[in-house]
């Protein structure tokens, strides 16, 4: 993820959850904010419960690489807080599990392959 695509600020953050409602699936709990097309924004939360420093910061790691492999549609922030199912999910079914959240929020764009 690039640092623009981002959401750092923690009034965003409460904004985002305040006005939204959660999309649930698996371990994920996802917030969108539709707003102006310009750019795509993504945060992260990985609370305590989830395990020590390292093991959030890996956690988060992950996501990132995860989010940094498809390609977005412009018009949207998005929240992802992760529960505490995550300990026990590969990296290939945590991949799984967003990448099938985020075609049914829609926010991926579609591929025109020939």
Same mark, same amino acid.
């Given at each position: 993820m690039k640092k623009i695509n981002i959401v750092k600020e923690n009034r965003d953050f409460n904004q985002i959850i305040q006005r939204n409602r959660p999309f649930r699936y698996k371990d994920f709990i996802i917030y969108i904010n539709k707003r102006e097309p310009s750019v795509y924004r993504f945060g992260l939360s990985v609370g305590k419960k989830i395990g020590?420093?390292?093991?959030?910061?890996?956690?988060? *790691?992950? !996501? *990132?690489? !995860?989010?940094?492999?498809? %390609?977005?549609?412009?018009? &949207? %922030?998005?929240?992802? !807080?992760?529960?505490?199912?995550?300990?026990?999910?590969? &990296?290939?079914?945590?991949? %799984?599990?967003?990448? &099938?959240? &985020?075609?049914?929020?829609?926010?991926?764009?579609? *591929?025109? %392959?020939?």
């Open positions: 020590n420093a390292v093991t959030r910061n890996h956690i988060k *790691r992950q !996501i *990132r690489e !995860i989010v940094s492999q498809n %390609d977005y549609k412009n018009d &949207f %922030d998005c929240i992802i !807080i992760v529960g505490k199912g995550i300990l026990c999910r590969s &990296f290939s079914e945590m991949r %799984d599990n967003l990448n &099938f959240a &985020f075609k049914k929020l829609n926010l991926v764009k579609e *591929r025109k %392959d020939a």
